[in-house]
T-cell receptor, first 114, second 118 residues
């Protein structure tokens, strides 16, 4: 069975600082990986995804993530954050054989301070 | 395209009452997912449907919860009787068929229904 671990429940940073949100997964088969963002009082929206090909994927709002198969990680990064990036971020994995069923991590609350 | 539509957006009810949450998936999508989000337990998958058929309901908390999908454009999640511990935000999500050109393993989420049971 697959599982996802987000190593930090809360990440406070100052505006314009770089940030990395960590995600590790476990699975016995090939996986597809996702980062979703949830702004306050809203649903989840897709930030980026890795299906195949280049291990560095770029998403919306200047975010990117790198798939590392040997370390079973999919960390999310942004070189310079804005106040508007304050939100909860969820890492998710699909084993593909289960179609679009996703297993989500516990979430990381990113708070960007002025 | 309209996104996933959920109603009501907010629901306040008293313990013991029946609650029905509604979801309209994106047109052409054939998988539908119900999630519950709480501070304590995070985001939990309750049940998912494929082609209107429930595939996995192992996340449904107990018999007080039931979900139906009578057709491809509508699903309900019912709680009867409701309890204060059911207070949460309930999300519905949908995804397109694997055989469609739009399939990317992504789920598309609705705005959620915030349920408060007093």
């Amino acid at each position: 069975a697959q599982s996802v671990t987000q190593l930090d429940s809360q990440v406070p940073v100052f505006e314009e600082a770089p940030v990395e949100l960590r995600c590790n997964y476990s699975s016995s088969v090939s996986v597809y990986l996702f980062w979703y963002v949830q702004y306050p009082n809203q649903g989840l929206q897709l930030l980026l995804k890795y299906l195949s090909g280049s291990t560095l994927v770029k998403g919306i709002n200047g975010f990117e993530a790198e798939f590392n198969k040997s370390q079973t990680s999919f960390h999310l990064r942004k070189p310079s954050v804005h106040i508007s990036d304050t939100a909860e971020y969820f890492c998710a994995v699909s084993e593909g054989t289960s179609g679009s069923r996703l297993t989500f991590g516990e979430g990381t609350q990113l708070t960007v301070n002025p | 395209d309209a996104g996933v539509i959920q109603s009501p957006r907010h629901e306040v009810t008293e313990m013991g009452q029946e609650v029905t949450l509604r979801c309209k998936p994106i047109s052409g999508h054939n998988s539908l997912f119900w999630y519950r989000q709480t501070m304590m337990r995070g985001l939990e998958l309750l049940i998912y449907f494929n082609n209107n058929v429930p595939i996995d309901d192992s996340g449904m908390p107990e018999d007080r919860f039931s979900a139906k999908m009578p057709n491809a454009s509508f699903s309900t999640l019912k709680i009867q009787p409701s309890e204060p511990r059911d207070s949460a935000v309930y999300f519905c999500a949908s995804s397109p068929p694997r055989t469609s050109g739009r399939f990317t393993y992504e789920q598309y989420f609705g705005p959620g229904t915030r349920l408060t049971v007093t």
